[in-house]
């Protein structure tokens, strides 16, 4: 249920209902837009007499939410969340305010040598966040799994030689202790479903990066970044990164890019959408046009998997760009971005 104030509604009428809304066992999701206030009203609302509420003076209307999902619901939070990520450098990375920054860097942190030389490789083609993963989940117990602690010093210096904030991959709900340093948590499509991990990222005050299943609805996503924002973390990316369809049966591609789900999500919540067009595709000559598409399609931001070497590379090497190939993808997502102004 949602509350939507009147414009001459005063501070001290509006905390009078809050305290009574509170009283009646609710939590209250406060909303200030540019225009009006909304009330979030969650938990057992069926005690409160509707017309009762809607008489009320300051009150300018009153709508009962069916959706499961509450906090992210754009009904309750009219105007778009913006998540501001702070760089080393003083700079400030926003998404969500219309802008499409680009998040870039190899799919794990392999040695010192790799992470710096992409480091300061994507930061010279614009890129705004660097990402580069310490623990990788793989289909394969054989598989290169990161690794572990070793990276994150990597990634701090890389951080520290180019001012580019941090997004690292976490899995295990023991192991936020180990990313003090890392500016944005990652939650892969594997533990989208993964509540434990996401309620303790709810106690967390940094943002986190929800990647959608390969096989989940956007109502599924979306509960789970309900999971999060009923903690108290507030600060979430939704990310698009391919979902299971006929071509991928058919090996035309790792997944297939939902580039749909941008405005639909839009519509159904307030917060950012980014997409992943490297695990959507899983092929590096595919990358450069979903980005485009998805630049066009309004996304909040991108995130490409960039590589100094990629046919040497020990994991995702198929679907990286080179360090070359990312700067001119780069240079045609400003040029697509700046045409829809």
């Given at each position: 249920?949602?509350?939507?104030?009147?414009?001459?509604?005063?501070?001290?009428?509006r905390?009078?209902?809050?305290d009574?809304?509170?009283?009646?066992?609710?939590?209250?999701h406060?909303?200030?837009?540019?225009?009006?206030t909304?009330?979030?009203?969650?938990?057992d609302?069926?005690?409160?007499?509707?017309?009762?509420l809607q008489?009320?003076?300051?009150?300018?209307?009153v709508?009962?939410?069916?959706?499961?999902?509450?906090?992210?619901?754009?009904?309750?939070?009219?105007?778009?969340t913006?998540?501001?990520?702070?760089?080393?450098?003083?700079?400030?990375?926003?998404?969500?305010d219309g802008?499409?920054?680009?998040?870039?860097?190899?799919?794990a942190?392999?040695?010192?040598?790799?992470?710096l030389?992409v480091?300061?490789?994507?930061?010279?083609?614009?890129?705004?966040?660097?990402?580069?993963?310490?623990?990788?989940?793989?289909?394969?117990?054989?598989?290169?799994?990161?690794?572990?602690?070793?990276?994150?010093?990597?990634l701090?210096?890389?951080?520290?030689?180019?001012?580019?904030?941090?997004?690292?991959?976490?899995?295990?709900p023991?192991?936020?202790?180990?990313?003090?340093d890392?500016d944005?948590?990652?939650?892969?499509?594997?533990?989208?479903?993964?509540?434990e991990?996401l309620?303790?990222l709810?106690?967390?005050k940094?943002?986190?990066?929800?990647?959608?299943?390969?096989a989940n609805?956007?109502?599924?996503l979306?509960?789970?970044a309900?999971?999060?924002m009923?903690?108290?973390?507030?600060?979430i990316?939704?990310?698009?990164?391919?979902?299971?369809?006929?071509?991928?049966s058919?090996?035309?591609a790792?997944?297939?890019?939902?580039?749909?789900?941008i405005?639909?999500?839009h519509?159904?919540t307030?917060?950012?959408?980014?997409?992943?067009?490297?695990?959507?595709?899983?092929?590096?000559?595919?990358?450069?046009p979903?980005a485009?598409?998805?630049?066009a399609?309004?996304?909040?931001g991108?995130?490409?998997?960039?590589?100094?070497?990629p046919m040497?590379a020990?994991c995702?090497?198929a679907?990286s760009?080179?360090t070359?190939?990312?700067?001119?993808?780069?240079?045609?997502?400003?040029?697509v971005?700046?045409?829809?102004?």
């Open positions: 249920m949602i509350a939507v104030l009147k414009p001459n509604a005063t501070i001290e009428q905390n009078h209902l809050i009574w809304l509170k009283g009646q066992g609710l939590d209250v406060i909303s200030e837009g540019k225009e009006r909304v009330l979030g009203l969650v938990g609302t069926g005690r409160i007499d509707v017309e009762l008489s009320l003076s300051i009150v300018d209307s709508k009962i939410i069916s959706e499961p999902f509450k906090k992210v619901n754009r009904k309750f939070h009219p105007d778009n913006v998540i501001e990520v702070p760089g080393a450098d003083g700079t400030m990375v926003r998404f969500g802008s499409c920054p680009i998040v870039a860097g190899p799919s942190v392999e040695s010192e040598e790799q992470i030389t480091a300061s490789a994507v930061k010279a083609a614009g890129a705004a966040v660097l990402r580069g993963d310490a623990y990788k989940p793989r289909t394969s117990p054989y598989s290169f799994q990161g690794l572990g602690p070793e990276a994150f010093e990597m701090r210096e890389a951080k520290k030689e180019t001012g580019l904030p941090i997004v690292s991959e976490i899995n295990n023991n192991n936020v202790g180990l990313y003090d890392i944005i948590l990652q939650v892969s499509s594997r533990s989208m479903q993964n509540y991990l309620k303790e709810g106690n967390l940094k943002p986190v990066l929800l990647k959608r299943g390969s609805t956007l109502k599924e979306l509960m789970s309900e999971y999060i009923a903690g108290g973390n507030e600060q990316i939704l990310c698009e990164r391919g979902i299971r369809s006929w071509d991928f058919e090996g035309a790792r997944n297939t890019l939902d580039i749909a789900c405005p639909a999500l519509e159904m307030h917060l950012p959408v980014i997409v992943d067009p490297s695990h959507a595709t899983g092929i590096a000559s595919m990358v450069e979903m485009l598409a998805a630049a399609g309004g996304a909040d991108l995130m490409i998997e960039v590589h100094n070497d040497n020990v995702d090497g679907q760009l080179d070359e190939s990312f700067a001119a993808l780069a240079n045609k997502v400003s040029r971005r700046a045409a829809l102004m």
